[in-house]
């Protein structure tokens, strides 16, 4: 057996898998069937939960170097055709940061491979196979055929994986016939740039930024920096479109004169590329050893959304991974993935397909649904609604206890903490290590001496904070809340809830007699 995980595809999912693998203690083995890096255009940047998941692991500042300049709180997000408007927001719910993705997965390669991952380029998985024990691929290398195993094998090869067809994953819904094509660059002189910064483009008339719906399609125009400017087409078609194969100019050019009418003359082109959209979900993410993740686990129709849902499914699954790798899993662990990540496949899904909804209606109902929604979105509840849902970060985990505390199954906030020994003084500080933590903040000698009996797999911390939510937090590695404890409340319940979950998360302590009562006898 060749590797712990074997992990098929090195994009933006599969590299954050074999990266959290590593800190987790497993060995990945990762195979790309390209022999270098992404060179053809894909997504400009991301958003959403991911980009504080980054942060709490320490890699933000080293992804963003590689981009334009920090994440920042989105002002505004497209959406169906629209614009949501966030800039009145004091702490706008959606946060961007503009990086090509080839440059994203150089540095997630690095990041990996710093880790000890091994990522072998041009090696192409042609088969799979598995039994109880592990999963087994046939590969087609720069030196020809040969097999490798490993006790657990993840498709994160995008929306025509192998891995999900080997395993009979179903994979139903929807292929749209929009066929998108984008450029960036700069305008002919012959174009009028207007003062409020829309154009005038010869044979057609004005065209403000946003979207232009004519007889034969839409163009999207928006204004970058240094005078450049992005441009993209809408047109439906029949023919089936290869998201990977590089666009010319010409061809851009031709989108543009049929759904304009005329030509938009460009002085220089500095990126191309075409997409479609599928709304398509894998009925399940898992079957025994196999599993799916990112784009072969789920298609959205709308942009913007695929890599936070992507990478966030990898850092779920990571962790669960290395606890079934080195034995302490505790039952139906492994299972949870699924549950959890489906779930947050879904909300995306959700949004994207009403965006479809908005987008795609040409009569007067549908003009009178994108009014209504633009109505609704002036209103800060549904505005910030409807933001938290495109960032991901609305998901709350499904955990069985009805009484749990308000952050169970939430993302962490990072709080600032005040630790009296000079250690961490915020949450994120405290996931850098992509470990469990138990963070005591009422002084509970009790719930410490319980957590303690899982400290081989949990880390302690004991702090203070400023309006403390909780008297204690057990954060998973993914920075998810498995359990809180309400402030001041000392019932026994809490106690057994805290054990409760640290048996369903973490398993079965070093110290054994904590089976029975909860506490080291």
């Not at 089936?240 to 460009?266: H, K, N, W, Y």
């Not at 973490?506 to 007699?513: A, H, I």
Request: charged content about 20%; hydrophobic content about 40%.
């Amino acid at each position: 057996m060749e590797a712990d995980v074997i992990v098929v595809g090195a994009g933006p999912t599969g590299l954050m898998l074999a990266a959290e693998l590593c800190l987790a203690g497993v060995q990945p083995l990762v195979f790309e069937r390209r022999a270098q890096l992404r060179e053809t255009p894909r997504a400009n940047g991301f958003s959403g939960q991911i980009i504080e998941l980054l942060r709490y692991r320490g890699l933000l500042d080293r992804v963003a170097a590689a981009g334009t300049g920090p994440a920042t709180k989105a002002a505004q997000v497209p959406f169906g055709e629209m614009h949501l408007n966030f800039s009145d927001l004091v702490d706008p719910p959606v946060s961007a940061l503009r990086l090509p993705q080839a440059r994203l997965e150089q540095v997630l390669s690095e990041h990996a491979c710093e880790l000890g991952a091994e990522i072998r380029r041009g090696h192409e998985v042609i088969a799979v196979s598995q039994d109880g024990l592990a999963a087994t691929v046939d590969v087609h290398g720069p030196d020809g055929p040969y097999r490798a195993g490993g006790r657990y094998l993840v498709g994160c090869d995008g929306s025509q994986s192998t891995i999900r067809d080997a395993a009979r994953i179903a994979f139903p819904g929807t292929t749209y016939p929009e066929v998108n094509r984008l450029g960036q660059g700069s305008l002919s002189d012959c174009v009028t740039v207007l003062g409020n910064g829309d154009i005038d483009v010869p044979g057609f008339g004005p065209i403000r930024q946003g979207y232009t719906r004519t007889g034969r399609g839409v163009l999207a125009f928006g204004r970058l920096a240094a005078g450049r400017v992005m441009i993209q087409t809408t047109e439906d078609e029949t023919t089936a479109v290869d998201d990977d194969a590089p666009m010319a100019l010409a061809e851009f050019q031709g989108s543009i004169r049929r759904v304009l009418g005329t030509e938009l003359p460009l002085a220089e082109v500095t990126r191309l590329s075409r997409y479609g959209f599928q709304a398509r979900q894998a009925e399940r993410y898992r079957d025994g050893r196999m599993l799916v993740a990112g784009d072969a686990a789920h298609q959205f129709p709308a942009t913007g959304i695929g890599i936070n849902v992507g990478m966030m499914d990898a850092v779920n699954l990571a962790w669960k991974l290395a606890a079934s790798v080195h034995g302490w899993a505790p039952a139906g662990l492994l299972s949870t993935y699924h549950d959890e990540r489906h779930l947050a496949g879904a909300r995306g899904m959700l949004q994207t397909q009403a965006q479809v909804a908005l987008r795609r209606g040409q009569d007067a109902a549908s003009d009178a649904l994108r009014k209504l929604f633009l109505e609704l979105m002036a209103y800060e509840q549904p505005l910030r609604h409807m933001g938290e849902l495109i960032a991901g970060t609305d998901i709350r985990n499904p955990l069985p206890d009805p009484n749990r505390h308000p952050l169970t199954g939430a993302f962490a906030p990072d709080l600032p903490l005040h630790t009296g020994n000079g250690g961490a003084t915020r949450i994120a500080e405290l996931m850098h290590a992509g470990r469990p933590v138990f963070l005591d903040l009422g002084g509970r000698a009790d719930l410490l001496q319980m957590a303690r009996a899982w400290e081989n797999r949990v880390d302690i911390c004991v702090a203070r904070a400023d309006d403390r939510p909780a008297d204690g937090l057990l954060i998973r590695p993914d920075a998810y809340i498995a359990w809180a404890a309400t402030v001041g409340e000392r019932t026994a319940g809490v106690g057994a809830a805290l054990r409760d979950a640290l048996f369903r998360w973490f398993g079965t302590p070093q110290d054994t007699s904590v089976q029975a009562t909860g506490q080291p006898s």
